[in-house]
């Protein structure tokens, strides 16, 4: 069986419509929260610094909510990003498909959840492996003397149990990121298409296309 995500993109119904130029964004990126292959699995995520200055890191798309056009990502609390997003919630989302030639640029707004019922749910259904970076002793970023994991000896090299897993409950946070602008550009050898939808605060819609 030959994988999706190295074969070209089929582009007769998107190629000069603009909805299902949409339709397959979503498709894209409702693919790549699910399937780890996908190199839309693990987006750039840019914010602003708190002195001003672009901070950029790739992260891991956990979900995607078509109709609040919503990304979700997970993060450690104590992480830079978390501060320079609750000190300004604009951010970016970029996203690359090298085998469909597609590139997702997605402006948008992130609102953090931690140690509440969103965030509770959320990490109910986060399997042990992945709480497991939720135990780290110190925030991301911190010094170390030594090559480090950051994880209680207890728990290196290890899952924990449910139990054990629980402390790290307060600092698992939740970015939904709620995109405003979404632009496409599709790079084909016949022409590149580039477009771009945009939802206004009563989630009415706008597309346009724009010259590649």
Not at 1 to 23: A, G, H, I, K, R
Not at 124 to 150: I, Q
Not at 188 to 198: I, L, P, Q, T, V
């Amino acid at each position: 069986m030959s994988d999706p995500n190295n074969s070209v993109l089929q582009d007769e119904c998107f190629y000069d419509d603009l909805e299902q130029t949409l339709e397959t964004a979503w498709m894209l990126l409702s693919q790549a929260a699910t399937d780890r292959h996908s190199p839309m699995h693990t987006p750039v995520l840019a914010s602003i610094s708190t002195d001003g200055k672009a901070s950029a890191r790739t992260a891991v798309l956990r979900h995607v909510d078509r109709q609040n056009h919503q990304l979700r990502i997970h993060t450690d609390m104590r992480s830079p990003k978390v501060a320079q997003l609750l000190d300004r919630s604009q951010c970016q989302v970029i996203a690359y498909h090298p085998s469909h030639k597609v590139q997702l640029r997605m402006e948008a707004n992130a609102r953090i959840h931690n140690a509440d019922p969103t965030a509770r749910s959320i990490w109910n259904d986060t399997p042990l492996s992945s709480r497991r970076c939720y135990l780290a002793e110190h925030p991301p970023g911190t010094p170390s003397p030594v090559p480090t994991s950051g994880l209680p000896e207890a728990v290196a090299g290890r899952v924990p149990d449910a139990s054990e897993s629980e402390p790290g409950f307060s600092k698992f946070a939740v970015l939904l990121i709620t995109i405003d602008t979404l632009e496409w550009l599709y790079l084909a050898a016949r022409g590149h298409r580039r477009a771009r939808f945009s939802w206004t605060a009563d989630n009415d819609l706008k597309s346009e296309w724009l010259t590649p």
